[in-house]
């Protein structure tokens, strides 16, 4: 029923905006209006809270079956147990980094010469994607 007060309040502030920006239609220049107008727009904005606090409180009451927080029994928490570690795998497997790198190298096809720069033409430049 909390939601009530904040229903008729919103609505109460936007009563009082609407009386505000009327006395301000009442002034002939708009150096007259613009202070209404500014409070006005205070009200609107007290109001749309307002009704943000009425929506609130409204869902509170739909989603829990009334006020949830008066009607919720204290529950004693569990202390927290920490989770077990992980055995580590066993670091010495038998492979050597070392000497897998060694023999890839030693296989490994030697890269072809770079033509010389000076020799070959400059490349073509085209619009799209490249091919090589």
């Known amino acids: ?13 936007l009563k009082l905006a609407s009386a505000i920006s009327g006395i301000g239609d009442l002034g002939a220049t708009s150096a007259e209006r613009l202070p209404f107008y500014f409070v006005a727009l205070v009200a609107i904005a007290g109001s749309l809270f ?3 606090k009425t929506f609130r409180y409204g869902m509170d009451d739909m ?9 919720t029994p204290k529950v004693e928490s569990k202390k927290a147990i920490p989770a077990k570690k992980k055995v580590e795998a066993e670091a010495d497997t038998g492979f050597d980094v070392d000497g897998a790198f060694e023999r890839y190298m030693s296989t490994r096809k030697a ?4 033509e010389s720069s000076e020799n070959s033409p ?11």
């Not at 029923?1 to 502030?13: A, D, E, H, N, S």
């Not at 829990?64 to 009607?71: E, I, L, P, V, Y």
């Not at 400059?122 to 090589?132: E, I």
């Open 1 to 13: 029923m909390k939601y009530i007060l904040w229903l008729v309040g919103g609505f109460g502030l």
């Open 50 to 52: 307002c009704f943000y």
């Open 63 to 71: 989603r829990f079956g009334g006020s949830a927080k008066q009607d």
């Open 111 to 114: 890269e072809p010469a770079a």
């Open 122 to 132: 400059p490349p073509v430049r085209t619009f799209g994607r490249k091919t090589s």
